[in-house]
């Protein structure tokens, strides 16, 4: 069982930043996958950006490309969310996905495990 806790969510004005952070309570080895995804109120959960671990080879929603940044800290199995000139349509729960091996990033149901969520809320 891998637990994931994220954090580093909040109340910004647009054109704001955020930076979230998820550490998993296991060594996140070569063949997984870290992700965020978002998700509002009655809209399904959407993903936002990926990084796999081994390479490092990441991907972003193109709602997000050039504003957020994922990265992750090997020594502390972190994988964080730099998110820059945040705007309101931003605004959702941020889930951290964790996929035990190489998967289909853009799908939820291919992630074993997920946070419990941070919301961001993003005002005009």
């Known amino acids: 069982q891998v637990q994931l806790v994220e954090s580093g969510g909040g109340l910004v004005e647009a054109g704001g930043s955020l930076r979230l952070s998820c550490v998993a309570s296991v060594r996140t080895l070569g063949s997984n996958t870290r992700a965020w995804f978002r998700q509002s109120p009655g809209k399904e959960r959407e993903f936002v950006a990926a990084?796999?671990?081994?390479?490092?080879?990441?991907d972003y929603a193109d709602s997000v490309k050039r504003r957020f940044t994922i990265s992750r800290d090997s020594a502390t199995n972190t994988v964080i969310l730099q998110m820059n000139s945040l705007k309101p349509e931003d605004t959702a729960v941020y889930y951290c996905g964790f996929s035990g091996g190489f998967n289909n990033w853009y799908v939820p149901a291919t992630y074993d495990y997920w946070g419990q969520g941070t919301q961001v809320t993003v005002s005009s």
């Open positions: 990084i796999r671990w081994s390479s490092g080879r990441t």
